[in-house]
């Protein structure tokens, strides 16, 4: 390089003795004519050629027309600019004096008002002693290293809930050439990029970007964290990811399963059964276990039943319940215990209904999941049958038998059914004589005589006479008495 510049040197140097004039300036800004901004180095150089130094009246360094240093060959009388805004953060680059001029000025602190448009001037007599200036133009730019988010994720809400959209807001500067700030979700150490919406702003010399984040939370979000960070390739290289605290999305309570899992069947007496209820929800929700039984309920995660009896055998739900901003949330799924005889083949059948319940708004919903195992037991089914011939059988029997025991009553004659202490009053009746002739009897006795309240006296026309009457209740006669002396007694049978 330098003796490519030298050989250009010469070739002007003879051009300029053949008498064609090649009198020049060139300017250069380090690194591509980019400031990085903050304490950077750059340095601007005014280098001449094509002519003498002792032809040098003044070489100035201006930007934007604006003269900000001054170099003469004697270099004691360069200066920079007091008032230039590099005064005080730019020294003079100590010039070099030989077939060219060096000279320039070192910015030990880039600003963004650096970047601009500066030109080096090269003022000079020529052959004819008479002023000419040739000039040289160079831009600067600025860049900058974008900083770190302000602060972790800003949330719209602070009390979140499942199926709710949050807005998270981040910001700061994405220096320039503009980064963009990145979103991420963290859980259980396992991060994944979530892509929000930038809205960049330009400041002085770089880039403000404020990113918002449009994101609806659910149950599996509960404990995550969000993240921001900011991504700019150039400047950084590891941008530090601001989190905000790990999230608490209340979600609605669902049941998982028990544990043990419900057998098919216990065998009665079973001494112990113990089956826990796993659920989830945020609130931790409350647990409770209703029987169909008796509609008792039991508070717990927990369901024990001990020496089981055959009549327990129903459906257990494990109930779940929590409630959050406002509202109460439950859901249940229901077990079916079936306790069977020892002797017996267990039934072969579990049924478990699931629904979840969400009060107010909100449609339940039911799932029914039966497994049939065939293990060549019988049958709901044919357990029914077979009850069913057997009270058909039994019915039938005592049917016959009663019909015979009607048939055979039927055959005795009714007779009726006296207690045996007292005796039968339609029995052993002594007549002691033949009907009397009533009207031209003699025979008037006065005393009939009978001692017994089911007769009632009577006399007509002289003749002394009983009215005897005997009702259909067997029990409430009393005993005929009749003495010795009764000459005549008629008695009608009672019916019966
Ligand atoms: C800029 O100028 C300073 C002072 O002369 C010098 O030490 C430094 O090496 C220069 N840097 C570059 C990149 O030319
Ligand atoms: C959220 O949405 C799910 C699915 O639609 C629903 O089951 C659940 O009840 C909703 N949660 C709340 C709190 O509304
Ligand atoms: C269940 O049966 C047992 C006898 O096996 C009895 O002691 C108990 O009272 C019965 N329980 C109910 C609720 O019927
Ligand atoms: C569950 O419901 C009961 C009764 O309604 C209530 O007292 C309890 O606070 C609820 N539990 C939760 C976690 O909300
Ligand atoms: C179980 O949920 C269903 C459907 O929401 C409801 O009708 C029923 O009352 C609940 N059962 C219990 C025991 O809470």
């Given at each position: 390089m330098f003796s490519l510049h030298f050989s250009i040197v010469v070739i002007f140097g003879l051009i300029s003795r053949q008498g064609v004039s090649a009198q020049s300036v060139q300017i250069a800004v380090t690194n591509g004519g980019v400031g990085l901004l903050g304490d950077n180095v750059i340095n601007i150089t005014c280098t001449t050629s094509g002519v003498a130094t002792s032809s040098i009246t003044l070489v100035t360094l201006q930007k934007k027309s604006t003269t900000i240093a001054t170099f003469l060959t004697n270099s004691e009388q360069s200066n920079i600019i007091a008032?230039?805004?590099i005064a005080g953060r730019a020294a003079l680059i100590p010039s070099t004096v030989g077939s060219n001029f060096v000279s320039g000025v070192t910015i030990q602190s880039v600003v963004c008002a650096d970047a601009a448009e500066y030109q080096c001037k090269l003022a000079y007599l020529d052959s004819n002693f008479d002023p000419q200036s040739v000039t040289s133009k160079s831009s600067m730019t600025v860049e900058v290293a974008a900083s770190t988010v302000t602060g972790p994720p800003q949330m719209s809400s602070t009390s979140l809930q499942e199926n709710q959209t949050v807005t998270f807001t981040c910001d700061g500067s994405v220096g320039n050439p503009a980064g963009s700030i990145k979103w991420s979700r963290t859980k259980d150490s396992v991060t994944e990029k979530l892509t929000g919406a930038s809205n960049q702003v330009p400041e002085s010399c770089w880039f403000k970007d404020t990113s918002t984040l449009t994101y609806t939370v659910t149950r599996d979000d509960n404990g995550a964290q969000i993240g921001c960070s900011i991504d700019q390739p150039k400047y950084v290289l590891n941008p530090s990811v601001m989190r905000t605290d790990a999230l608490n999305v209340y979600y609605v309570p669902s049941i998982n399963g028990v544990n043990p899992e419900v057998q098919p069947s216990y065998p009665e007496g079973t001494a112990f059964v113990r089956l826990t209820c796993h659920g989830e929800g945020n609130p931790e929700p409350d647990y409770k276990w209703v029987h169909e039984v008796d509609s008792s309920e039991t508070g717990g995660q927990e369901l024990v039943l001990t020496n089981l009896k055959i009549n327990q055998t129903g459906d257990y739900t494990c109930v779940v319940n929590n409630s959050f901003n406002g509202v109460s949330y439950s859901d249940n799924r229901t077990y079916l215990i079936s306790i069977v005889e020892t002797t017996t083949n267990p039934p072969t059948t579990t049924t478990i209904k699931q629904s979840t319940s969400e009060q107010g708004t909100g449609t339940p919903k039911t799932d029914t999941v039966e497994a049939i195992n065939e293990k060549g037991g019988l049958t709901e089914d044919e357990k029914t049958i077979i009850i069913v011939v057997v009270v058909l059988v039994v019915v039938i029997v005592i049917i016959i038998i009663g019909v015979v025991i009607f048939v055979r009553r039927r055959g005795k004659k009714q007779a009726i059914e006296e207690?045996?202490?007292?005796?039968?009053?339609?029995?052993d009746l002594s007549f002691y004589?033949?009907?009397?002739?009533?009207?031209?009897?003699?025979?008037?006795?006065?005393?009939?005589?009978y001692n017994n309240d089911s007769m009632s006296y009577k006399n007509e026309d002289g003749l002394n006479y009983a009215v005897f009457n005997l009702d259909d209740?067997?029990?409430?006669r009393k005993p005929l008495n009749f003495s010795e002396t009764t000459p005549y007694a008629e008695i009608a049978m009672p019916s019966v």
């Open positions: 008032g230039a805004d207690p045996p202490e007292k005796p039968r009053n339609n029995q004589s033949n009907k009397p002739d009533l009207v031209s009897s003699d025979e008037k006795p006065s005393n009939l005589g209740k067997p029990r409430s």
